[in-house]
């Protein structure tokens, strides 16, 4: 078996290679269009379900009440928030049932950040996403 070639190209482009840039290829390039993917950026949306374990207590009378922040880290260094869970409750081995929504990039290198903030009791009540979590660093 050998490869295929057009005819009219006296065997130098493969079939359905007709397009003026090498390495490129029509057909692919609408089938990849046709699904959302630009510029050949093959991407995923995932969802991260978090857990943790052992947590150190950082509370004297009670234990912690654990947040979780998922965020990613730019070229520069700099850190952007991908999501945060709800508050675990008096738990050091807590099971946060939100999801993380990420967009994972094939064959590109992603660094994703983890951190667990300690929310006191006194913000209970709030939303967690107008927490200002730089407070709760220790």
Known sequence: MGN???SG???????GDTSSAPGTNEAVDTFLEARGYVDHQLES?????????DLRGRDVFSKSN???VVYTKGKDGSLQE??????????LNPRWFTK??????????Q???????DVDT?????????LTLEFFVK
């Open 45 to 53: 949306q995932i969802k991260l379900s978090l857990s943790a374990s």
């Open 9 to 15: 190209g006296h065997g130098k482009f493969a079939v």
């Open 4 to 6: 295929c070639f057009s």
């Open 122 to 130: 006194q913000f209970h009540g709030s939303e967690v996403k107008v």
């Open 82 to 91: 991908l999501g945060r869970t709800e508050v675990a409750f008096y738990s």
């Open 100 to 109: 993380i929504k990420v967009t994972y990039h094939f064959e590109a290198v």
């Open 66 to 68: 654990p947040l979780a």
């Open 111 to 117: 660094t994703v950040l983890f951190r667990v903030y």
